[in-house]
């Protein structure tokens, strides 16, 4: 892939500095990003996927790129245009940022473009056709024809720009067409056609071939006539608006879900950040258009190629699985089936750990469905951040409350663009009889924990499920997670408090073992971190080991690069945003970063510290987490630190998991010092944790996955 240049020389002045005199030791975390979704733009052209898949990923990529723009860079554009010149970590102004933003991104637009029309290629090599209106033939006008009339022109609306008609408001990720019209008996007008989210991109062609046609050739080629009679098209062209889509918490909310409501109501509304042309498009059109809507000239781009590229995720049809990745069913935990089912049962026994997706979400929902219809159990605990819109997990909680059991649920309603879903279940939930709580104002209850009260005999028995990922059955199919199923009295007694923390504001004055945030996490780590360092100053092994989504806090960056001084070995596998620098001689040369992109998505988060014994060790102190490592997550969020103590649930993690990672060749990429990454070269047997997991037996099985199976050569032990 393409790399970042960077001038090594502020690099080489960091390496002699200590670790907290140089901007330039971080890496900046909007380029950082930019460089994750380059990655998934590669897999697009990654000759090992089927075709349809890397159809997937180059959509995945757009759609990421539309979200940093409604999010990161409307933020940034705020600061600037506010006048703050405040740098960021790595040292540049918000303005300085945007600059190196656009360069960046456009050059990746060119890339996602071209790699459209390489895969448009080899989609008609495999007789998967995406027509112009010039192909169709006569039949294919008249089913067009009908189509238009019965399925686009009711919800169409054509909109002449006139002082009776002013320029109308574009939603936020709004297609629309821009047309210059000649009256047959009038002078020339500018007009509009805004293209419903809800109506279909892709037209679906009668007869046995794949045949696809984009709505806005049909609208050019036949609706037109319809939606303008007597008017003759002089110019068109298309484009989309991308708006300012963060949520401001007010200062005074009286009412937390009404000030959500207003607030998603002024997000649809928000600045544009970002106004997309189609190539061809006349220049006095798209001057028109950014007039009207007064956005920047920096934030107009002119795309060669297709408008809204995330929308080709609708050419995926099932009528071609072999351009699909193969069918993969998740396993279900056999512990829980060696006891018939009964999850409560099974967690007594023994601390469980769940893989996802290699082991199926239905045991979380299991589990929880248990607890709503168990006549034993008396009250059940929850948080809610993103879950589906269909969700066994409300439904269950509903009924639970509706069979007078105690249900607290706490829904988060700051979970980005998830608010809308999460006011619905908090009313259906509220209306089931269950107590319904929106957490903090500032601080968003990013922790993913259950607990179950149940009573046992003459004693009352709590379980607990922590969770690294969401209580969201539909990401948990694509998603790598864990879960942790235990009734630890410890664990359960922390977990107690941490809901108490949220309905009661009070942070809990002691835990047992958890470590939260917005006070604990950070503390606990930097600890954990100089332990390594006092090992290694020793003389004795000194190892870590970690697995997050992103690491960008400055304070935990310098803690590690302190330890590599120290001499600690370091191995990190960062899915997206690093700001560390790895392998910079007297700075982090004992750090190596990997980045492990596929065909699931690495979300779960562990942390691994060998305690002066080394990596692994079954005396290595090891962690899951909620938790990023990133200033809001350890600063801004309800986040718990989970412990693992059970020797077998331990070793699963260690000894699997975390070395499966390290060890992948296959779908890796390789974080450099000067902040490009590389794709690591696969050995003579590609190594994929994906396909190893896949084939694997169940974690929490009766432990064959622990004696000699292998999949693709694969070797269990780092140490070999």
């Not at 020389?9 to 380029?31: D, H, M, Q, V």
């Not at 909310?253 to 928000?270: H, I, P, T």
């Amino acid at each position: 892939m393409e790399q970042l240049a960077i001038d090594p020389a502020p690099i080489e002045r960091a390496t002699s500095a200590a670790p907290g005199e140089s901007p330039k030791r971080y890496i900046n975390r909007e380029l950082s990003w930019l460089a994750f979704n380059e990655r998934v733009l590669e897999e697009a052209s990654n000759s090992e996927h089927p075709l349809l898949e890397r159809v997937r990923f180059l959509s995945i990529s757009d759609s990421n790129l539309d979200e940093f723009y409604m999010v990161r860079v409307a933020g940034l554009q705020e600061l600037a245009e506010s006048g703050i010149t405040a740098k960021s970590d790595d040292g540049l102004t918000p303005e300085q940022q945007l600059v190196a933003i656009a360069e960046v991104a456009r050059d990746l637009v060119r890339r996602q473009q071209k790699c459209w029309v390489d895969l448009q290629k080899r989609m008609r090599e495999e007789r998967i056709f995406i027509l112009g209106h010039e192909a169709l033939t006569g039949e294919d006008r008249d089913w067009l024809n009908q189509f238009f009339i019965d399925r686009l022109l009711p919800v169409m609306t054509p909109i002449a720009i006139d002082p009776a008609h002013p320029f109308p408001f574009i939603p936020n990720r709004a297609l629309a067409i821009v047309v210059e019209l000649r009256r047959d008996d009038g002078p020339e007008i500018n007009a509009l056609v805004l293209i419903p989210e809800r109506v279909e991109r892709f037209i679906r062609l009668p007869g046995k071939e794949i045949r696809f046609i984009v709505v806005e050739e049909v609208l050019l080629a036949i609706g037109m006539s319809e939606l303008f009679p007597g008017m003759t098209p002089l110019g068109h062209g298309m484009f989309r608006a991308l708006r300012n889509s963060d949520i401001e918490i007010e200062e005074k909310a009286q009412d937390l879900v009404a000030m959500f409501e207003s607030a998603l109501k002024r997000r649809r509304r928000g600045d544009i950040t970002r106004l997309m042309f189609s190539a061809g498009t006349p220049d006095r059109l798209r001057d028109f258009v950014v007039e009207e809507t007064r956005t920047q000239p920096r934030d107009v781009v002119t795309l060669d190629g297709i408008v809204a590229l995330s929308d080709i995720r609708h050419l995926i049809t099932p009528e071609r699985p072999d351009l699909l990745f193969p069918p993969f069913a998740p396993r279900f935990p056999e512990r829980i089936k060696d006891y018939g089912g009964d999850c409560f049962a099974a967690i007594r026994a023994k601390d469980i750990v769940v893989h996802h997706p290699y082991e199926s979400f239905d045991v979380v929902v299991q589990f929880l469905r248990q607890a709503a219809d168990d006549p034993n159990v008396i009250a059940i605990k929850q948080t809610l951040y993103r879950t589906s819109e269909d969700s066994p997990i409300v439904a269950a909680l509903a009924d639970a409350a509706e069979a007078g059991k105690s249900v607290t649920a706490v829904v988060e309603l700051k979970a980005r663009f998830d608010e809308e879903h999460n006011i619905h279940w908090a009313r259906r939930l509220e209306q089931a009889g269950a107590q319904v709580i929106f957490g903090f104002i500032y601080l968003k209850t990013h922790a993913k924990v259950s607990l179950v009260a149940r009573r046992e005999g003459e004693t009352l028995r709590s379980y607990v499920h922590f969770g690294t990922g969401n209580y969201h059955p539909v990401t948990a199919k694509i998603y790598t997670d864990l879960s942790l199923f235990t009734c630890d009295p410890a664990l359960c007694h922390d977990a107690a408090r941490v809901f108490n923390f949220v309905t009661g504001y009070a942070p809990p004055a002691h835990l047992e073992k958890l470590a939260i945030s917005p006070d604990g996490i950070r503390a606990k780590l930097i600890k954990l971190i100089e332990a390594e360092i006092a090992h290694a100053e020793a003389g004795r092994p000194a190892t870590i080991w970690a697995k997050l989504n992103a690491l960008v806090d400055a304070g935990m960056i310098d803690a590690l690069y302190r330890a590599s001084q120290a001499g600690v070995s370091i191995s990190l596998v960062i899915r997206g945003m690093c700001s560390l620098r790895p392998g910079v001689p007297g700075l982090s040369e004992n750090i190596t970063v990997k980045s492990i992109v596929g065909r699931f998505l690495e979300h779960a988060r562990i942390v691994c510290f060998g305690a002066g014994h080394g990596l692994p060790s079954p005396d290595a102190a090891v962690f899951i987490s909620s938790a990023d490592w990133m200033p809001r997550n350890l600063d801004g969020r309800v986040e718990t630190l989970i412990p693992i103590e059970n020797p077998t649930v331990h070793q699963q993690i260690l000894d699997q998991i975390m070395e499966a990672n390290l060890h992948d060749d296959a779908q890796s990429w390789i974080l450099r010092p000067d902040g490009s990454w590389e794709r690591a070269l696969p050995g003579a047997k590609p190594q994929s944790a994906h396909v190893y997991f896949m084939v694997n037996p169940s974690l929490s099985g009766r432990g064959s996955a622990l004696h000699g199976h292998h999949a693709h050569g694969y070797r269990l032990r780092i140490s070999d």
